[in-house]
């Protein structure tokens, strides 16, 4: 059974910090494309963040780029997603997503991952 499960969420002022960490069971971050999205509210899922298997290659969203860093822990087989200089557009909820390492299909489409988190609320707020 594959389970990902998501911390580090919260409420912080607009210009701080948040460490988001992701922790796999059942799978391997090694084996695994894994990838950050969110979800604002009235807002569909978009892809934040993502880091292939192979080679450890790392994929940014325009709006984060610069500010989010995306690491993995293949001893920890965990997932982190550094998030500095954060805005209230960041406020979301923040999900964790697997999918078997595929070179061949986009890593920013959120229909590409079959195994999820529950999430994470991020609030962006003064």
């Known amino acids: 059974q594959v389970q990902l499960v998501e911390s580090g969420g919260g409420l912080v002022q607009p210009g701080g910090s948040l460490r988001l960490s992701c922790t796999i069971s059942?799978?391997?971050?090694?084996?695994?494309?894994m990838g950050w999205f969110r979800q604002g509210p009235d807002k569909a899922r978009e892809f934040v963040a993502a880091?292939?298997?192979?080679?450890?290659?790392?994929f940014y969203a325009e709006a984060v780029k610069g500010r989010f860093t995306i690491s993995r822990d293949i001893a920890a087989n965990t997932v982190t997603l550094q998030m500095d200089s954060l805005q209230a557009e960041d406020t979301a909820v923040y999900y964790c997503?697997?999918?078997?390492?595929?070179?061949?299909?986009?890593?920013?489409?959120?229909?590409?991952?079959?195994?999820w988190g529950r999430g994470t609320q991020v609030t962006v707020s003064s």
């Open positions: 997503a697997a999918r078997r390492a595929n070179i061949l299909s986009t890593i920013r489409d959120p229909a590409q991952f079959g195994y």
């Open positions: 880091i292939r298997a192979n080679g450890g290659h790392t």
């Open positions: 059942g799978r391997t971050v090694r084996g695994n494309d």
